[in-house]
């Protein structure tokens, strides 16, 4: 039966006229139940005697010609497949009827336009540029736009404020940035400084639909955090990651790429080029740890680009805008921009996507601020402090202390990491930023005047205000 229906479609009058007569017959069929089922039915054959007209012409004119006769036998076939055809949800309708028997009778002849297929990508809804208006050159950026646009993302940070007078609270927003889609599951990459405190994360995407996402987790000390989008999950099938390049071949003088939200104006494209490579960025966390090899360009980049993506010619990431030299004070780009390297934030995503933090080893020690050791004359990082039970203090790492008299006794003083030099603060960060928990390191100390040695198991930071289980709070 099945096969006759698929041969009878392709050869005779097509499948559309199938299709009207299945509804057709399931109509004629119900119409002898009640009242408001024979209006429904005739709704059916309405539709059907649309889908008919608007076949060719033969079609028309054999089904118009058609007797009570020919169609008999047809009926008869119709008539057997009507109990199963009762038990398809009512909602399915009779295209998807058709759809499934011809794909049962052959599949290679199934007509795709009754097919259920992924929704497709979104995509940015712009004319083609006209190679007749635009230089090769003009027609390459914006297509680069046209095509990276989609993956790129509002995000607003909402607070919680509290009326001084009601004593009511009420959410507020207090800061917008940017973001990407990093991978076809939904995960968001921003800077931390985006979401911030925020008790509440919207995000906007290309079609303008505004959703709510949820921290997974982040990094401070890298301005680096992931979000989960939260909507259903056709929704998430039409979503366009970014692609990923590659940070370390990167060349002064090649042209780079931003797209993001300044001032809030929905995805805004700039181009420049890349004006130096391997620069160190202090982050605003409260330790100071400097983000290395950051990229520094003069695209144009200003308040609301933080978190966009930074891409070379290809359209593919090769950094996240998130500062400016802003020697005014005012917010403005000044020219001298800075985006974290694709290549830093691919090892950090992978943690937290894995962990839902990122993992780095602790010396576990309190170090004194720079100024300190500058004014004491030191090369070198002091202790002040290490506490008890830390991995410092389990292989004997002093800290600075007042003696019975009340005289200052300085802690140790680290100068070194596995042979390498330490005579700043960043240089300690630096180098434990290539080293994870569980490693043994031999530190270079001075203490009390004599060089000394000292073999340290690094442990793991615990920073609860950059996981989805804590606070969305300062540092």
């Known amino acids: 039966m099945l096969a006759f229906l698929s041969a009878f479609a392709g050869s005779h009058i097509g499948k559309t006229t199938v299709l009207a007569l299945i509804v057709a017959h399931q109509g004629i069929h119900t119409m002898s139940s009640r009242h408001h089922i024979a209006r429904s039915c005739s709704t059916r054959c309405d539709a059907a005697s649309k889908l008919v007209f608007s076949g060719s012409k033969s079609s028309r004119r054999l089904c118009m010609t058609w007797s009570a006769a020919h169609l008999k036998p ?10 199963w055809h009762r038990l398809m949800n009512a909602a399915v309708g009779g295209a998807a009827v058709l759809s499934v028997l011809l794909s049962v009778a052959n599949p290679a002849q199934a007509d795709p336009f009754f097919q259920s297929n992924k929704p ?82 919207k995000v906007a995407l290309i079609d303008q639909s505004v ?19 939260e909507c259903e999950t056709s929704k998430i099938e039409e979503l366009k990651p970014i692609s990923l390049g590659q940070s370390s071949n990167l060349l002064v003088g090649q042209k780079v790429y931003a797209i993001g939200n300044p001032f809030g104006l929905d995805h805004t494209l700039t181009q420049g080029i890349v004006s130096g490579v391997g620069r160190e ?56 921009g800075f985006a974290i390297p694709v290549d830093s934030v691919k090892g950090l995503v992978d943690q937290i996507l ?49 003696d019975n008299s009340g005289k200052l006794v300085l802690g140790d003083i ?54 989805a289980n804590g606070a969305i709070g300062p540092d």
């Open 74 to 83: 047809i009926g008869v076939v119709l008539q057997a497949l009507a109990g």
């Open 120 to 201: 497709p990508l979104q995509e940015m809804k712009a004319p083609e540029p006209d190679s007749n208006d635009l230089s090769q050159e003009e027609i390459a950026s914006v297509k680069l736009f046209q095509q990276n646009t989609p993956s790129v993302v509002n995000i607003s940070n909402i607070a919680v404020r509290q009326d001084r007078w009601s004593m009511d609270s009420q959410k507020v927003p207090q800061g917008m940035g940017s973001g990407f889609f990093w991978d076809d599951k939904g995960h968001i990459v921003t800077n931390f400084h985006v979401i911030k405190g925020a008790a509440d994360i």
């Open 211 to 229: 959703w709510s996402a949820k921290l997974i987790g982040g990094d401070p000390d890298k301005d680096i955090a992931v979000l989960q989008l």
């Open 281 to 336: 960025l202090n982050t605003p966390g409260a330790r100071g740890v400097p983000i290395r090899n950051v990229i520094q360009t003069d695209a144009a980049i200003n308040p609301g680009n933080s978190g966009g993506v930074l891409l070379d010619s290809k359209g593919r990431l090769i950094g996240i805008n998130t500062a400016i030299a802003d020697p005014t004070g005012r917010g403005a780009s000044s020219g001298v």
């Open 354 to 402: 894995k962990y839902g933090r990122v993992i780095r080893p602790v010396l576990g020690i309190t170090i004194a601020p720079p100024q300190t050791v500058r004014q004491l004359g030191l090369d070198g990082v002091l202790v002040l402090e290490a506490p008890s039970g830390s991995p410092a203090n389990q292989a004997g790492i002093k800290g600075t202390f007042r």
């Open 414 to 467: 680290l100068t070194g990491i596995n042979g390498k030099a330490i005579k700043l603060q960043k240089d300690l960060f630096a180098a434990l930023d290539d080293l994870k928990p569980g490693d043994k390191v031999q530190l270079d100390i001075v203490r009390e005047g004599k060089q000394d040695q000292v073999s340290v198991t690094l442990g793991e930071r615990s920073d609860p205000s950059a996981t």
